[in-house]
């Protein structure tokens, strides 16, 4: 209750401070993360090993939202994304397809089946020899095992499923392998990562590893982890995948961007979801 | 030989248009500075201070603070505030910051303002496609003059 109340005064100070000259945005570092008054959520953490040498502390851009935005996300009755989440449980119980099966057909339950699966995507198959995002799995699954249409790999319908399938892992650290099998994608991601594009000639870097808590114009800019993907945007009102955030991004710095599904952006979200390891996944997460 | 005579229309009428003007790939650096007028005309301080402030053309308070002109909301914070910068820098010295801040810091985040080679996926705005031939730099020459006039009165 005291708790509450300590919201709302921050979120009035927060608005008040929107207008006022530079980044009185800054959210506090120390906020924490619980969602429903129960689910406790690592949103700062030390950097995986990998990162040691650029950055010490992890982020969620949790922490770099306005404490009124941060606080939708605290409550999923009122996190719009929930309801995307509830569909897309939905789909993943709906018989699709020439076999007559549904995603639970073979998977039981979502909340047995999908638990834990977000918290270590992009990983190798070893089947297909490649590195698939949720979303190729997904498709695969429809294809292969229930003779479905594969869904567009940004389209309402994936954003539901992989909402629903992510929502399972909510609380699990962020454990991508970077090694092995997928050492060779992992590092062409990192080097896309650090590659400026467009006429503005950014990297990924330039703005999420050098100068993560500045703002650019009225936006705070954060660590560009994807620990809380999928993520329901305020600013577009829906659910944005990785790929569709990453293409956003790229497009930005005036850049002929890459494909959602290609094998860039493949390689990017496997990196960059490395740079999350240790932070807790999101499930349905929400931004501006 | 049609097509030929017309594509050297095109670009005498291109090059008439341009006349006075320093193109983007014509360019000179003198340890990063340039000391000439790109257009070959004065710029205008009231015009560049609208040119840093428009999202569309410099945007230069998305990432630098200036106090001067404040009646624009939300400063960035990614680069150094531009107050005093007139005092700081020559004339010739903030034009090439503006033209391509990379040749006077090496590694620098800034974008490069009149440049039209040398990038990597060039795009077509914000559009996210690839950019046609011959795209333009940023902001035009006298853009780039009118903004350096307005950063030459920020004087401690």
Known sequence: ?288 | MKITTITAAVLFTAGAALAGEVGPKDVVYAEGAIEASLSGAPGDAAAGAKTMTTRSLGNCIACHEVTALKDSPFHGEVGPSLDGTGSRWTEAELRGIVVNAKMTFEGTVMPAFYKVDGFNRAGDGYTGKAAPENFPPVLTAQQVEDVVAFLVTLKD
């Open chain 1, 1 to 288: 209750m005291t708790k509450l109340k300590s919201i709302r005064a921050f979120a009035v100070l927060a608005v008040a401070g929107g207008v006022a000259f530079g980044g009185a945005a800054q959210a506090d570092e120390n906020a924490e993360l619980i969602v429903n008054g129960e689910i406790k959520l690592v949103t700062k953490t030390a950097a995986p090993d990998h990162l040691k040498d650029a950055v010490d502390t992890i982020y969620s851009g949790w922490l770099f939202r306005e404490t009124g935005t941060q606080a939708m996300q605290m409550d999923d009755f009122v996190n719009p994304g929930m309801l995307d989440a509830e569909a897309g449980i939905e789909l993943y119980n709906a018989v699709d397809g020439t076999e007559g099966k549904s995603c639970a057909s073979c998977h039981g339950d979502i909340a047995e089946g999908m638990k834990g699966l977000r918290a270590v995507y992009p990983k190798w198959n070893e089947a297909a020899g490649e590195v698939r995002t949720m979303e190729m799995q997904v498709n695969d699954c429809r294809e292969t095992r229930m003779g479905a249409e594969p869904y567009k790999y940004i389209s309402r319908e994936m954003g539901q499923i992989v909402s629903a399938v992510s929502l399972q892992s909510r609380g699990e650290p962020v454990n991508v392998a970077i090694d092995g099998p997928v050492a060779a994608t992992w590092a062409q991601g990192k080097e896309l990562y650090y590659t400026r594009t467009g006429i503005l000639d950014l990297s990924c870097a330039s703005c999420h590893e050098e100068n993560y808590g500045n703002m650019i114009r009225a936006d705070h800019l954060s660590q560009g982890q994807i620990n809380g993907f999928p993520v329901y945007r305020l600013n577009n009102a829906k659910i944005n995948q990785v790929h569709d955030r990453f293409k956003g991004c790229v497009r930005d710095t005036r850049a002929e961007t890459y494909n959602p599904g290609s094998s860039e952006f493949i390689a990017l979200e496997l990196y960059v979801a490395s740079r999350g390891n240790g932070l807790s996944v999101e499930g349905v997460s929400l931004r501006n």
